[in-house]
C-alpha cells in the first residue's frame, strides 16, 4: 500500500475518510497532501454526505413528505456509508453515481 501523509496506510486512511461522513472526509482533505486515492476518498465522502446531510434537513423541514422520507433517506444513507468504507478499506476505488466523477475532477483538478 501507498505511503500517505498521516502516516496510516492508504486502505486504512481511505475508509477513515467515511468514519464520520462529510466531517471525517474535510480532516483528510486537510491533512491528506500526498495521496491521491485518500484525497478521492475524502473528497467523496465530502460530497456524497454533505448533499445527503442537506437533503435530510430539507425533507425534515418541508411539511407533507414526513417520516417516510426521512426514514428512506436515512436508510440509503447508512447503506451507502457502510459501502464506501468497506470498499476503502479493500482497495477499492468505488465512485458513487456522479458524485464520484465530480469528485474526482476535483482532486485532479487541485492536484497533491
Known amino acids: 500500500m501507498n505511503n500517505t501523509a ?58 407533507g413528505l414526513g417520516t417516510a422520507m426521512s426514514f428512506a433517506l436515512g436508510i440509503l444513507t447508512m447503506v451507502l ?4 468504507m468497506v470498499q476503502a478499506w479493500q482497495g477499492v476505488r468505488w465512485k458513487v453515481p456522479v458524485i464520484g466523477d465530480e469528485a474526482e475532477k476535483q482532486v485532479n483538478r487541485h492536484g497533491a
Open 6 to 63: 498521516t502516516g496510516l496506510s492508504e486502505n486504512i486512511a481511505s475508509a477513515l475518510c467515511y468514519a464520520l461522513g462529510w466531517v471525517t472526509g474535510i480532516v483528510f482533505l486537510v491533512l491528506e497532501n500526498k495521496n491521491q486515492t485518500v484525497r478521492f476518498h475524502a473528497m467523496q465522502s465530502v460530497m456524497t454526505f454533505g448533499i445527503l446531510n442537506v437533503a435530510s434537513i430539507v425533507i425534515n423541514v418541508l411539511p
Open 81 to 84: 456509508w457502510v459501502w464506501c
